[in-house]
Structures are given as structure tokens and as C-alpha cells.
Nanobody, 115 residues
Framework: QVQLVESGGGLVQPGGSLRLSCTAS????????MGWYRQVPGKQRELVAL???????NYGDSVKGRFIISRDNAKNTVDLQMNSLKPEDTAVYYC?????????WGQGTQVTVSS
């Protein structure tokens, strides 16, 4: 069993910053991809950012230039630095990790951008 524990969500004003962190633990073998997705009610879960074990990064179009993803392979952690936040960034953010046929999700952390 694999557990993903997220932290760092909360309420922030437009233009502000937040940092999300996720730690994977359990029966883990060489995680290939770690990253973040987000979802708002009534919409599909969408890609925020992914990073491979070789540091290949993919950002969703709506966050390019504002968010930065990083990971620590030794600690099985992935962080998401979110800058210049907008109200439309409001969502539940989910940590994801996968290798081979294994695909795991965290329980999600709420990010609310509002004045």
C-alpha cells in the first residue's frame, strides 16, 4: 500500500503565493512520475504539473510561468510553488505518483484564492 500525504493548502489573496508539499510512503519502488492535478466541482480533473524522475517537467497551460514544481527523489516528495495566484486557481489539488501500472492519488488539499 502507498500513501500520499499533502500539505500546504489554504486561503490566499489574489496575487499571493502558496506552497504545496506531498510525501509518498509505503510500498514504493522507483517512482517515475510525481505531480499535481486540480479539480473544481462539475469539471474534470486537470493537469497542473508533472515531473519525472529525470526532471522532465510538464505544466498545464494555465499555470505556466506562475507555478514551479520540484521533487526530491531520495525523500519521495514533490512540491508545488504557486505564485501570482488567481481566483481561477481555486480548486482541490491532488498529489499523484505513478510507476509501471501503479497510479496513486492523495486525498486532496483545498486552495482558495479570494479577497
Amino acid at each position: 500500500q502507498v500513501q500520499l500525504v499533502e500539505s500546504g493548502g489554504g486561503l490566499v489573496q489574489p496575487g499571493g503565493s502558496l506552497r504545496l508539499s506531498c510525501t509518498a510512503s509505503g510500498r514504493i519502488f522507483s517512482i517515475n512520475v510525481m505531480g499535481w492535478y486540480r479539480q473544481v466541482p462539475g469539471k474534470q480533473r486537470e493537469l497542473v504539473a508533472l515531473i519525472s524522475s529525470g526532471d522532465i517537467i510538464n505544466y498545464g497551460d494555465s499555470v505556466k510561468g506562475r507555478f514551479i514544481i520540484s521533487r526530491d527523489n531520495a525523500k519521495n516528495t514533490v512540491d508545488l510553488q504557486m505564485n501570482s495566484l488567481k481566483p481561477e486557481d481555486t480548486a482541490v489539488y491532488y498529489c499523484n505518483c505513478r510507476w509501471g501500472v501503479n497510479n496513486y492519488w492523495g486525498q486532496g488539499t483545498q486552495v482558495t484564492v479570494s479577497s
